[in-house]
């Protein structure tokens, strides 16, 4: 290979591509000479990364690149310009003459390890962690060590079994600090430390508390970076080795037999066994690439499994969250096995259900399809693709409707949550997605968090917030009514009154505009539009910002300087726009101020709607929707038609069918006989739930599939048992844009088929033989019909390969949108003069509360998946009422008394928890819920946004009657938010130099060693 072959590419492109939150080089080019051969490298990047690159194989043991140099281990030291130093924490200088294999750097080498070793106990062949990538089991046969000189020493502290999820033992802790780094920096939870000065240092939690009661979240990173097995997941301990699940007295006896061996033979014939055993887990284990299955932020990772059982899950490699990942992605995986999975389709009869074939059940679909069809027209069926399924899956859904049935009855669930977000973006900048990669967010100067409790509910984009916040100065305003995580981490918190979001935001827009403050240069020359917004917007001075919103006018002006002055702003948003009476309105209003203040098309700057679902924005890409097919290609639009024409040999039907909420009405209206619904908690998730089982109860013929008998497969006709993601193949699309493929980890648990295969079968009875054998052949098609899909193909997303939309035909993706045009003909954006829709249930006096709802970390929507993790349900067991300090003294609510709460919809019984992160008389009651009965939408109503008829959940008031009975805090003490973190800059390696017991490794090197290093962590570690 050439020396240049493995140099990056320094342009945008890879600095967006570079997988998790490495240092990039950012010096000019340079030349360092590495055993005696020039290679090309970055002033002032770590060395290590130029040895790495230049494929010298170098012991390095708390490296890693995602977590940047920790200068703890000391293993990979080398002769620098004739001194003995780290390469790690040394930063490359032009001219460097560096050498990795002298007689001081392998004594230093050797010594490094040797010390390492003192603190872990090396019983490799009954490890359940020797499965190839032991760092410490690698380095030892790296630097070809036989003995150990430093016996190992036990530290005097038990394990720490008190997380559901994982374990800490000290004894085999290596003191590295990759974990420590991991959780201040990379997951920013700030969790971990280690005690340096004490006597034997260990890893501490919350400064010294047990892992099950402290700040930490799960989020798995510690685990994932540790490079041995003192951080495990429990899933694997007893379980990935040949030999490691044998009784704890035999596993003992085996460690002493494997220690009292190495005496007399030396280290190497054990490590010759420990490699035999690891090569023969290939045999069992399992390791597959798959994608998250909960929310939009697309992690991706290998699964390990053995038949069905996962033994863990480890990211690395995706694109867009690297090592990164959060309770739910890391270990909320226990639902695919649960006893409730459906295993046989079920059919109703006489008011019950009984089992049935797969035969017979689909037969009676086609038969029934057909009858309602024949009697009552096609527009009589409607058909619900689901957000959690592939993008495949839910392009097979619209093809359905429109070719197999012939309606335009088509639609998603980005209908409660995002398709004002899109409306906003359609108006304004002309694509329904991200503008940018979460990269493109941590580049940004000001990030604003809107109606978005990012760290929840999308919690590994929100670390790279956190990140770019805490170490490279980025601002963050968080405008909330909340004060979650981000709120109060951030420089400035904003609480408006509920709902009056677009009336602050166009009155930033006018007095930017008043004051000469827009970005004339990028609006004369890429928006149109102006005259008309500005009249649009002439009513919202400051003052009338500040009386509406209840916001002070001076925040308002100071928050319209700090966008001006920011490098790049970065807007996210989420629920708590778009479930308003104007959601559409206040996206719209969003896009406008990004517009005005020139802050789309560079990195760092640019709209987030943060979508919800693992795929609920592939679902819309795909066409599920009433009036567009895949790749927002209006039904109307005669190319679009002639291309499906050609493809389907149907021809679309004009009209807009009904939406999500639409089917429900004309249901109830009597007009919708029909209902296909795949993989939705409809009953739960819509508003008004109450509402809902009218609609249900009076369809004809309800069809859902799902994994479990959900509540709202209590109302269905048939009920088919699906699959997940894990039981197949497939691609999701992520809040991104990010195009990502998923492989099959196990097989369909037996009775369940995956979704596109179903659709497949009713379609071939129904007379369209799609013949598709694999899902790559359902995105090639796509591809065909979809000119932002031009060049997505399976090939292209092999492994953790990804495309970010749109793709144009020789493969060429877009991460970074409107860098040169908007998405209209002419290339212009359009600041689209929208409208203040107030809401229209404040509290009044019957319904004297505000209640506000949305996701927690631990739990996913309605909680159908995450309550059957057993480690999640002893975190959160159940749904509860936040009550404010003021309304719980008011009213004599404790923790834990249960309440009910009244609206005009529907009442639900909870226990309150009461909590600063509320005010006021407004209430929290969390999205998830365990039991149905207490599900938050038998309280929200049926006003909506008038453009999507998103359901304005957001826009409900309430009454609290105060129950006698009283129960646990609903809240359980070993909830990480009871914890009490102990932020730090990282893992404070200077505190380990500053032990009198610490030298340089390698003896009579030592002290030049030490100088240098000395030297070299003046520059520091961080870029
Ligand atoms: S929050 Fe917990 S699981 Fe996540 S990195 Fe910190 S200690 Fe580890
Ligand atoms: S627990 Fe932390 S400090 Fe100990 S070996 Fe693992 S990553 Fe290193
Ligand atoms: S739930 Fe979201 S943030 Fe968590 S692992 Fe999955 S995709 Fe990542
Ligand atoms: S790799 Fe550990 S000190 Fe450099």
Redesign the pocket.
């Known amino acids: 290979m050439a020396q240049t072959d493995f140099l990056p590419q320094a342009d945008d492109a890879r600095l967006r591509s570079r997988v998790g939150p490495a240092r990039l080089p950012t010096g000019p080019e340079t030349t360092v000479v590495i055993d005696g051969a020039p290679f090309q490298a970055w002033e002032g990047e770590p060395l290590i990364d130029a040895v790495n690159r230049a494929q010298i194989k170098l012991a390095q043991v708390c490296y890693h690149p995602q977590l940047g140099p920790l200068q703890t281990c000391d293993t990979c030291a080398v002769e620098i310009d004739g001194v003995v130093g780290r390469a790690c924490g040394t930063r490359v200088a032009p001219g460097m003459t560096v050498r990795t294999q002298t007689l001081a750097a392998r004594a230093a080498q050797r010594d490094a390890y040797d010390r390492i070793v003192g603190n872990h106990d090396l019983y490799c062949t009954v490890c359940d962690n020797n499965n190839g990538n032991c760092v410490v089991h690698n380095t030892l046969g790296l630097l070809g060590i036989d003995h150990q000189t430093r016996p190992f020493q036990p530290k005097g502290y038990g394990k720490d079994e008190s997380n559901p999820f994982?374990r800490y033992d000290p004894d085999q802790c290596i003191l590295c600090g990759r974990?420590v780094e991991?959780?201040q920096n990379v997951?920013v939870?700030e969790?971990?430390s280690i005690d340096w000065e004490s006597g034997q240092p260990r890893v501490l939690?919350d400064g010294g508390a047990p892992?099950g009661e402290?700040?930490?979240?799960?989020?798995?990173?510690?685990?994932t970076v540790c490079p041995c097995n003192a951080?495990m997941e429990k899933s694997m301990i007893g379980e990935a080795g040949l030999f490691t699940g044998i009784p704890l007295p035999v596993w003992n006896a085996s460690i002493d037999l494997v220690k009292g061996t190495e005496g007399a033979a030396g280290l190497k014939p054990i490590m010759n066994v420990s490699e035999i055993e690891s090569a023969g887990r290939e045999g069992y284990i399992r390791k597959t690439k798959t994608v998250c299955t909960y929310c939009g932020v697309g992690c991706a990772f290998e699964v390990w499994t053995k038949d069905r059982h996962i033994l863990k899950v480890e990211p690395g490699q995706g694109p867009a969250n690297g090592i990164s990942t959060c309770v739910k992605g890391k270990f909320g995986w226990d639902y695919v096995n649960s006893d409730e999975r459906l295993t046989t389709p079920l059919i109703r009869e006489g008011g019950r259900f009984r089992e049935a074939s797969w035969d017979e059940a689909l037969d009676l679909i086609a038969r029934r399809f057909t009858e309602i069809r024949g009697q009552h027209g096609p527009d009589a069926l409607a058909f619900i693709a689901s957000s959690k399924a592939t993008n495949e899956e839910a392009f097979l859904v619209q093809k359905f409707a429109r070719q197999v049935i012939g309606t335009n009855n088509v639609d998603n669930c980005s209908r409660y949550c995002q398709s004002p977000a899109t409306q906003g973006l359609m108006r304004t900048v002309g694509y329904g997605g991200d503008s940018g990669t979460i990269h493109d967010i941590e580049n940004a100067g000001l990030v604003i968090t809107v109606g978005s409790n990012t760290a929840e509910s999308h919690p590994v984009l929100a670390t790279r917030v956190k990140r770019a916040h805490k170490l490279a100065g980025q601002k963050l305003v968080v405008v909330d009514i909340r004060e979650h995580e981000m709120a109060s981490r951030a420089d400035v918190f904003l609480r408006p009154r509920p709902g009056t979001d677009f009336v602050w935001l166009s009155a930033i827009s006018k007095y930017i505009l008043d004051h000469g403050l827009e970005a004339r240069e990028f609006l004369q020359g890429r928006v149109s539009g102006l005259d008309e917004f500005r009249r649009s917007i002439e009513g919202y001075t400051l003052e009338y910002a500040a009386e509406e919103t209840g916001l002070a006018r001076e925040d308002l002006e100071k928050l319209a300087h700090t966008i001006v002055e920011a490098s790049g702003t970065c807007i996210l948003w989420a629920m708590g726009v778009t479930q308003q009476c104007g959601g559409s309105d206040t996206s719209t209003a969003i896009s406008n101020l990004l517009l005005v203040t020139g802050n789309y098309g560079r990195t760092g700057t640019g709209a987030y709607p943060l979508r919800g679902h693992n795929n609920v924005q592939g679902a819309s890409d795909m066409g599920a929707m009433p009036d567009q097919t895949a790749g927002y290609r209006k039904v109307t639009d005669p190319l679009n038609v002639q291309t499906h024409e050609r493809e389907w040999g149907v021809t679309l039907r004009p009209e807009r069918g009904l939406d999500n909420t639409q089917m429900i009405d004309a249901a109830v209206a009597g007009r919708l006989k029909s209902l296909w619904l795949t993989g939705e908690e409809m009953g739960l998730t819509d508003a008004d739930a109450n509402h809902l089982v009218r609609g249900y109860e009076a369809l004809e013929f309800f069809v859902v599939q799902d994994l479990y008998f959900t509540y709202t497969a209590r109302f269905a006709d048939v009920v088919l048992p699906a699959s997940p993601a894990l039981e197949k193949e497939g691609t999701f699309t992520s809040t991104e844009r990010r195009i990502q493929r998923l492989y099959r980890a196990m097989e369909p648990l037996r009775g369940t088929r995956p979704d596109w295969q179903v659709y497949t079968a009713v379609a071939k009875r129904l007379g369209h033989d799609w013949g598709y054998t694999h899902p790559s052949e359902i995105m090639d098609e796509v591809a065909r019909l979809a000119p932002i899909f031009a060049g997505v193909n399976y090939g292209r997303l092999e492994g953790f390969k990804s495309l970010v939309w749109p793709v144009d035909e020789g493969g060429t993706d877009t991460p970074l949108l409107y860098t040169e045009r908007f998405n209209f003909p002419d290339g212009r954006a359009r600041l689209f003069p929208a409208e203040y829709q107030p809401r229209q249930h404040a509290p009044n006096a019957e319904f004297d509360l505000h209640l506000n709802s949305g996701r927690m970390l631990e739990h996913f929507h309605e909680g159908n998946m995450t309550f059957k993790v057993a480690g999640i349900a002893e975190k959160v067991p159940d749904s509860f009422v936040e009550l404010s300090p003021e309304l719980a003294a008011e009213r004599r609510v404790t923790s834990g008394q249960y309440v009910r709460l009244v609206s005009e919809s529907g009442a639900v019984r909870l226990r309150a928890l009461i909590t600063g992160r509320v005010s006021g008389n407004e209430v929290y009651v969390p999205m998830n819920s365990a039991r149905s009965e207490n599900a938050v939408n038998h309280l929200t109503g049926q006003n909506r946004d008038p453009v999507t008829h998103t359901p304005a959940y957001k826009d409900t008031r309430v009454r609290l009657e105060v129950l006698p009975e009283s129960g646990p805090n609903p809240l359980p003490k070993t909830n990480?938010r009871y914890g009490h973190p102990t932020p730090q800059g990282g893992v404070e390696v200077e505190r380990k130099w500053q032990r009198p017991d610490y030298v340089f490794p390698g003896g009579e090197l030592a002290l030049l060693g030490d100088s240098l290093n000395r030297r070299v962590d003046g520059l520091g570690t961080d870029d």
């Open positions: 994982y974990c991991a959780c997951q939870n969790t971990l939690w892992i402290s700040s930490c979240v799960s989020c798995g990173h510690c685990i951080l990480p």
